[in-house]
Nanobody
Framework: QVQLVESGGGLVQAGGSLRLSCATS????????MAWFRQAPGKEREFVAA????????SYSDSVKGRFTISRDNVKKLVYLQMYSLKPEDTAAYYC????????????????WGQGTQVTVSS
């Protein structure tokens, strides 16, 4: 069983930055694909970024590419989402997710989820 706990959300002005963290427990962390999704009120959950299990290769949604960076510390079993140049449309609850091996941008592929952390970007 893998447990995920996000932290680091908050209120920030447009153009600012935040770093989200996701602490994990259980499982062989390095082999898990780790991802960030987000969900704004009234909208579907959408893919933000992923780090592949094994080689850690990264993928991003077009909406955050060049502004957000996903990284992971396989020793500390942490995954991060560094967010720069934040926009009001980035406002959402951000969720950390994990799946065994591989990688993907579809939420249904991920078995384990955190409780979410709120990011609010003011204009």
């Amino acid at each position: 069983q893998v447990q995920l706990v996000e932290s680091g959300g908050g209120l920030v002005q447009a153009g600012g930055s935040l770093r989200l963290s996701c602490a994990t427990s259980g499982g062989t962390f390095s082999m898990y694909a780790m991802a960030w999704f987000r969900q704004a009120p009234g909208k579907e959950r959408e893919f933000v970024a992923a780090s592949r299990g094994g080689d850690g290769s990264r993928s991003y949604s077009d909406s955050v590419k060049g502004r957000f960076t996903i990284s992971r510390d396989n020793v500390k079993k942490l995954v991060y989402l560094q967010m720069y140049s934040l926009k009001p449309e980035d406002t959402a609850a951000y969720y950390c997710a994990a799946r065994w091996g591989g990688s993907g941008s579809y939420s249904g592929e991920y078995k384990y989820w955190g409780q979410g952390t709120q990011v609010t970007v003011s204009s």
